[in-house]
């Protein structure tokens, strides 16, 4: 019966998605982003707003008033595998696929935003290599043995550009760390220690803990201090390009009728769905007022929000 149920929910994602209208999936995807800094920026006004891929949305070759918005709202860009990492671990990134994405972070630094790289390596040597690349071209970059992101490295032993100073904004930041899954700690405390002991000037972690309930502002206020004595910016990672069936907002009957707005399982990623991110009810979720995945990051103290799964217009855009 599960397979069943199952099949019944990929047939239905697969009409979903041959069916829709035509949407402009780029422009969806930069108004939602512009909404989530808005509706942050109402009551944080300095909220802080990373989009993780899509670098494709900062081209105004075709909606230039569209895409200054787009560019106003967020402070910075992300950008995966960077020199290592594609098509997988320890792979190097092709010099072609590169320098395109570096043509990108180019247009980025030219709006004044703030570059980060993210590469995922196999060894110390790589590590270095990436850190030092990223550096030579004006990038932030953060090098991590797990994909899943499930620990901070070990090497290099301190962060690239360590020292003690307080971070009031992105801009000032010379290094950053990336944990979003805390599962592998034995406890909330042993997790929290790892994140406390580290000395980057940003880290991106998710707004719940190892036991699944929110950090709370207390939590979040501590980790804000770095053990050299200056303030730390911490920020949560939020996918809003993918539904994830572990998140607090997901419903147990979605597996056998799910919303018009939920699409099929990410096969990389089990328990992650694509979503139709344009629709009311998915932003609603995310960004849709007290209670909305948004107003609990907001709560807990946060600095800002790391988005994931911008890249997602990518996926409608094949699929029609």
């Known amino acids: 019966m599960a397979c069943l149920a199952w099949l019944g929910l990929f047939l239905l994602a697969s009409c979903q998605t041959s069916s829709l209208p035509a949407i402009d999936y780029r422009a969806e995807m930069r108004a939602f982003v512009v909404k989530i800094a808005e509706t ?22 075709t909606a230039p008033a569209a895409v200054a918005a787009y560019l106003a709202a967020i402070d910075g860009v992300a950008r995966e595998d960077l020199h290592f990492g594609y098509p997988g671990d320890g792979d190097a990134t092709a010099a ?3 320098a395109d994405w570096l043509g990108q972070i180019d247009q980025a630094q030219a709006a004044g935003l703030v ?3 993210i590469d995922y390596v196999t060894s110390n040597a790589q590590a270095d290599a990436a850190l030092s690349a990223a550096a030579a071209e004006g990038v932030i970059g953060f090098a991590t043995f797990r994909r899943a992101l499930d620990d901070l490295p070990e090497w290099p032993v301190s962060p690239p550009g360590n020292n003690p100073d307080d971070m009031a904004s992105l801009g000032q930041i010379r290094n950053f760390g990336y944990l979003i899954n805390p599962g592998n700690f034995a406890d909330k405390a042993a997790y929290l220690a790892e994140l406390a002991d580290s000395r980057y000037d940003l880290l991106v972690i998710d707004l719940f803990g190892v036991d699944g309930n929110a950090l709370s502002a207390a939590e979040v206020e501590a980790l ?19 539904a994830e069936e572990y998140r607090w907002y997901w419903r147990p009957d979605w597996d056998k009728l799910p ?6 399982e990410n096969p990389a990623w089990a328990g992650n769905y694509k979503v139709h991110y344009w629709e009311p009810a998915w932003q609603s979720i995310i960004c849709g007022g007290e209670g909305s995945y948004l107003d609990r990051i907001i709560d807990a103290g946060f600095d800002g929000v790391y988005l994931d799964i911008i890249d997602a217009f990518e996926y409608f855009e094949g699929s029609t």
């Open 40 to 61: 942050a920026r109402a009551s944080q006004a300095a909220f802080i707003v990373i989009p993780q891929n899509g670098l494709e949305l900062l081209s105004a070759a």
């Open 224 to 242: 804000q201090r770095k053990p050299q004595g200056g303030r730390r910016l911490v920020i949560a990672y939020l996918s809003i390009g993918e």
């Open 115 to 117: 570059p980060l790289a």
């Open 259 to 264: 919303p018009g707005w939920l699409e099929r």
């Open 96 to 98: 072609t696929i590169t």
